[in-house]
């Protein structure tokens, strides 16, 4: 059974927009951390941006700062992530990814099968 699925991913021209978005059809995301990961060609799969419960907080990797923003719609169980100016380096699977903490040394992780992000010149 997949729990979250990713839409939105497509082929898109450096310098152009694009809006990703998850849902979890199988649970209520409001205890859960949400997060973007992307795991691009030959590489390890890198945490994006992660927003809190509460929407108080987000963080992002340095290299998406200022051009990609995540939110959250707890009673849509929806979760976005904006991605603005893209750049070649963009180019990804992108994987949703809610996360439960069990205690502080334990979680557990519900992921999607990803959207792919294709950004050319």
């Known amino acids: 059974q997949v729990q979250l699925v990713e839409s939105g991913g497509a082929l898109v021209q450096a310098g152009e927009s694009l809006k990703l978005s998850c849902v979890s059809s199988?649970?209520?995301?409001?205890?859960?951390?949400m997060a973007w990961y992307r795991q691009a060609p030959g590489m390890e799969r890198e945490l994006v941006a992660s927003?809190?419960?509460?929407?108080?907080?987000?963080n992002y990797t340095e290299s998406v700062k200022g051009r990609f923003t995540i939110s959250r719609d707890n009673f849509k169980n929806m979760v976005y992530l904006q991605m603005d100016r893209l750049e070649l380096e963009d180019t990804a699977i992108y994987f949703c990814?809610?996360?439960?903490?069990?205690?502080?040394?334990?979680?557990?992780?519900?992921w999607g099968r990803g959207t792919v992000v294709l950004v050319s010149s």
């Open positions: 990814n809610a996360r439960l903490e069990v205690d502080s040394t334990r979680s557990v992780q519900v």
């Open positions: 927003i809190r419960q509460s929407e108080s907080s987000a």
């Open positions: 199988k649970f209520n995301i409001r205890t859960y951390i």
